[in-house]
């Protein structure tokens, strides 16, 4: 099946199951393929931050993916011999609907997301693989094998979320560029007795190399430790896992049983440039690092959230295809600094020595430092993630005190209440597809404001005494916020900013 004007999604990991169902939702023509021939059973990534699930929320699967995790409340770094507590990171009071970690297996997040996609009409293609592509200025053309021989299609474009060893990379050109001293993990999914707290996640530093345990439904956990190179070997033994756990946790966590045990190496690495023509990296295809604060997944799932937005007004809307440069603007550097953090507390949990004296006071200090352990939650959480400078984020007129600005992410609007007096989150009005104008108070026309979104959105108003407007896009983010309700102002974003054709604007 061809799809001139619809996207081909590479890979039916996470990333590409999130970024096919979102394209789906905005009523974009949506191809998912995956060379398994059955989804993974690869535990895998197994945390999904406050800010992931706020944009999971508005695909509607928070309560599945809750039904199948457990809710971690906070993070703890400890010295892996003494025990003693070296920082804590509370994430009940982080500003979120989801003020936890949920921890939970890949395979289970994946399971979710694929009935999802499948209940938007997108079922993943499995057994295809993609080994050629193509472009040209309308589209690209692309070979798949399957069971079947070669398929050749053409589509609009090509979103490449296939994963650390990306084709979809390789075949545009590009390569990950960074720091290959590959570091190598141990980890398995085990059943453990312990003493300690399953609400809180945790990693201990000790001389030998960083041990990380996120607590699993009931008393299964993840295990992960860094190891020196293992050579050969696929997997670490049981007893070795047993050993390793023993060791770095001070004999304060007993396995009792293992499920999945594997090696992992990691490079610390990220491709130059998200977008290459009709052709556009998300997710580990364009970035590797450190499992250390579980950032990876979370990583290409927002990746995804903003790509698809943008990749729908492209496809469906007619925008300028240059509107996808905002794509690599804003979210290059976000995964940059990931690569860049992850680094730097994979290499803060193994230091020993005087190095490793050095972390432990650093750390005692730091944990006593006024505002530390909110500021600590909520960059673990990914809530920090803003795009303020970015040529989308448009504040015009003068900034209330206290409101959230451009780029910012749009907090739950106030002023805004079901008819039994809750609150309404803005999670919860992202699930109608598209944009959702916040219009305060008494102020613009409603009639004229949805007139000029059209069926890009929704235009909501809210009981507020301010004047003004906030336009959040799909993604949860602010795209312009202004002091007056004025409808040219949303034409201009819409045609200048957003680059939409004068005619979607003007209906
Ligand atoms: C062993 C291991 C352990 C990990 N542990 C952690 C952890 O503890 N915490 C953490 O945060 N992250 C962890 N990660 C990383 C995490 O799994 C990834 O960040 C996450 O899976 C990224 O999702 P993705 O969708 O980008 O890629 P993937 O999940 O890798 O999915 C890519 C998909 O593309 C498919 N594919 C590849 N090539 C093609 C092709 N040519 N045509 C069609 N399909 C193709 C693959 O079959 C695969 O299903 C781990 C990764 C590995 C490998």
Known sequence: MSITSGVL??????????????????????RIIDTLGAPTDESRAVVIHARSLEMLAALGVCPRLEARGRRVDGFEIADGTTGATRATVDLTGIPSRHPFMLDIAQPDTERVLAERAAELGVVVERGVELTALTQDG????????????????????VVGADGAHSTTR???????EGDFHGQHFAMADVEVETSLDPGTGRMFTHPDGLAMLFPLRGTRARVIFLVDDPGDAPAPTPE????LTHERTGGRVRVTGSHWLTYFEIHHAQVPQYRHGRVLLAGDAAHIHSPAGAQGMNT????????????????????????????????????AEVVRVTT????????SGPLGVLRNAAMAVAGHLPGFGEAAAERLAELTIGHPGSS????????RRGAARAGEHAPDPAGLRRADGTPVAVEELLQRPGFVLLVHGDDGDLGELGDVLGDLGT???LDADEHGMALVRPDGYLGLVADTADPDLVRRYLTEVLRLPATVAAT
């Open 9 to 30: 999604v590479v890979g039916a990991g996470p990333v590409g199951l999130v970024a096919a169902s979102q394209l789906a939702r905005l009523g974009v023509p949506v």
């Open 138 to 157: 309308d589209g690209v053309e692309v070979t798949l094998r399957t069971s079947a021989g070669d398929e050749r299609a053409r589509v609009g474009w």
């Open 170 to 176: 390789h075949l545009v050109g590009t390569r990950l």
């Open 240 to 243: 070795r896992i047993e050993a």
């Open 300 to 335: 290409g799932i927002q990746d995804a959230a903003n790509l698809a937005w943008k990749l729908a007004l492209v496809a469906r809307h007619g925008a300028d295809p240059a509107l996808l440069d905002s794509y690599q603007e804003e979210r290059h550097p976000v995964g």
């Open 344 to 351: 730097r507390l994979t290499d803060i949990g193994t230091a």
């Open 392 to 399: 989308l984020a448009v504040q015009h007129g003068g900034h």
């Open 459 to 461: 235009v909501v108003r």
